[in-house]
């Protein structure tokens, strides 16, 4: 029992000095997961289920905790009309937006066939 506690402890403390606080890195994005092209059958199917990536947003800047390299991002405004795109590069952690963009927008990672999309205040 001993062990058990002392190991517990010990998990404990590195946990808090190795956790970075959620004010540090923004406010985690609700993706809802899709298809880029509805019509067509997704192939080949996927043998689990495919995961939202991980992404933060503090002001204009997207912090990435699960690396999209390759994928394509792109902010759609309320007219439906793509504003921005990019191509997220290898080992991207970090993404500045424009700071000219502000107001409402939908953040899309679109990832082979699979679409993830969420709507952002900048």
Known sequence: MKKMNLFLCVLVTLLTFHATPLSAIGLRIPFTRGYVNT???????????????????????????????GC??????????????????????T????????????LQIIDGEWLFYADIEL
Do not use: H, M, R
Not at 44 to 52: E, M, Q
Not at 59 to 66: D, R
């Open 95 to 106: 993404l500045v937006l424009p700071a000219t963009l502000e107001g409402t927008f939908e």
């Open 39 to 69: 019509t067509k059958p997704l192939n080949p199917k996927p043998k689990s289920p495919v995961l939202a990536p991980t992404v933060y947003i503090d002001g204009n800047v997207l912090t990435f905790e699960t690396l999209c390299d």
């Open 72 to 93: 394509v991002l792109q902010l759609v405004d309320e007219n439906d009309d793509v504003v921005y795109t990019t191509i997220i590069p290898a080992g991207t952690t």
